[in-house]
């Protein structure tokens, strides 16, 4: 199937780039907007934050001085300790501002700052230098207008600062944003292909399955087919080759018939072995056809009636065992349904009761005997005899094709019979053995209960 | 002594019984499907009908279903089948008759159970109906 093969290929390769695009985008939306951030939050804002507390100092030096200068009640010491602190603060404060990464816009900003700031340095040491308060009038005075100014100077620069990095904040802002509405059809598309990649590999995996439930169905059917082909193979032979042996079979009693009877004792011979030869052949045709349809699907809905069908083939077997001395036995019979054909049901018993016939003959007690037993979905029938039993370790052996127990002719088709036809219905058939005591065959097969409605074509006899 | 009549569709087996047949002094005639025996049964009703299971255009347990359908007292001709073993069991309960043979038989079965046929003449009993029809009759 090469078109399968590289739609296969094909989507594997669509689905391996889309995960690949998908963290690649991830991954530079991801990085622009943490450096972009990461701006905002190293730089900007904590620029804004130290021009801030420049401010505040500055205001509250300008304020100590004003109360100095104005002969203001309250604690001259004080006063002036607080004004050194809040000198040295400023100080601090600005170069805390200073340490904080250069952005280009501020060029010569932070040098008038600084600049300003010596200035009120000055005019605040000059004004501690004078009583508290001057004394002469006109010098404090002057000193009081020195202050405004570099107050003001002061107020200036930081404004114009502040203005500056709230422009910078501003602006990263914008990007981000900015970033982000361009990143949304990005992320969108993304999410498109994300989508797109599950919804194609489900796709792939359910055609999978599908695809490996219909090749299933295929062998499946395959199988039904041929086994339907070998049963109505096996019949057609059966028919063909079974009328040509009885024809063969009646040209030589004919033959044998019309012999005078002295002197032809080679011909005599001849043609008893090719009736002997016959009855092989018969043999094998038979077993041969049991085996292959033993291999056929079972019918649902078969049923048979298990104590009849034991009744009936016990009793088709009576002059045999009569004639070959062998007492047959039947005993406690179940009375039950099971889920198979009667024909299957009598060559699985038939099958066995044959056997065991054969395995007596010539023993000092020649008994056969049958018993049903109940388990717990499944019925158990048992053909015990008296023979010699099974060699131990060959239990399991004796249900393959082919091979034969002792001496009893036969290909050894009879018991791998039994186990297809037994392990077709959902049975199984198993031996015990006590060598030199006797062997006791069995088979199971699956109960139905007695109310199950079966399909029209079940035969059921009743006895008598 | 008896009058046959052979129905299957191999014309050498047919042959070689009649020939078997007529040795042993009877008479015999031959059908090589279901409905040229029912045809020769219109001539004349034998005292015994040997009847093969698969033939064409009517097998075996359709003649016999129309023997004992029809009456005019072929219901009462005693049937031999004669067929493969796996079938027979099944065919021989549901025609009802004693007289079986399973292919490939010998003439000593073929001929002991002809004897047997003749002598006791038992007619089929179904214990159901033929082809399933579910009937019981006696």
Sequence with gaps: MPHYGSFLGLALLAIALGLVALIGGAVYISGVLRSAAESMSSDAAPAIVALKSIDVDVQELAATLEELLAGMPGDVVIRRSRIQRTLERAHDDFQAYMALPASGSEVGLPLELQRQLEEMDLVARRILAEPAPPPVARTAGELASELHDAASGIDRALLHMSRLKAAELQSLSDRVSALRHRALPVILLLNVIAFAVAVAAIVIAYELVRRAAVLEQKAREQSERRAGELEAFSVRIAHDLLSPLMTVSLALGLAEQRLPEAGNDRTRTALERARASLHSVKRLVNGLLAFARAGAQKQPGARADLVAVVQEVMESFGPIAEQAGVELRTEALVPSTVACSPGVLTSLLSNLVQNAIKFVKGREVRRVEVRVLEQTSLVRVEVEDTGPGIAPGAESVIFEPYVRIGAHAGIGLGLATVKRLAEAHGGAVGVWSEPGAGATFWFTLPVVPADDSSEPGAESEEPG | ?138
Excluded: W
């Design chain 2, 1 to 138: 002594m008896a009058d046959i009549l052979v129905v299957d569709d191999d014309p050498n087996l047919a042959e070689t019984m009649r020939d078997l047949l007529e040795i042993e002094g009877h008479t015999v005639r031959l059908a090589l499907d279901g409905q040229s025996g029912l045809d020769a049964l219109g001539d004349r009703l034998p005292d015994l009908v040997i009847l093969d299971i698969e033939m064409p255009v009517l097998d075996g347990p359709g003649m016999a279903h129309r023997m004992l359908v029809e009456n005019a007292g072929r219901e009462k001709v005693p049937i031999l089948l004669a067929s493969g073993f796996a079938d027979l069991c099944l065919v021989v309960a549901r025609v009802g008759t004693p007289y079986f043979v399973a292919k490939p038989c010998d003439v000593d079965d073929l001929l002991g159970m002809v004897g047997r046929a003749l002598t006791e003449h038992m007619p089929p009993k179904p214990r159901f109906g033929i082809e399933g029809s579910g009937a019981e009759m006696e």
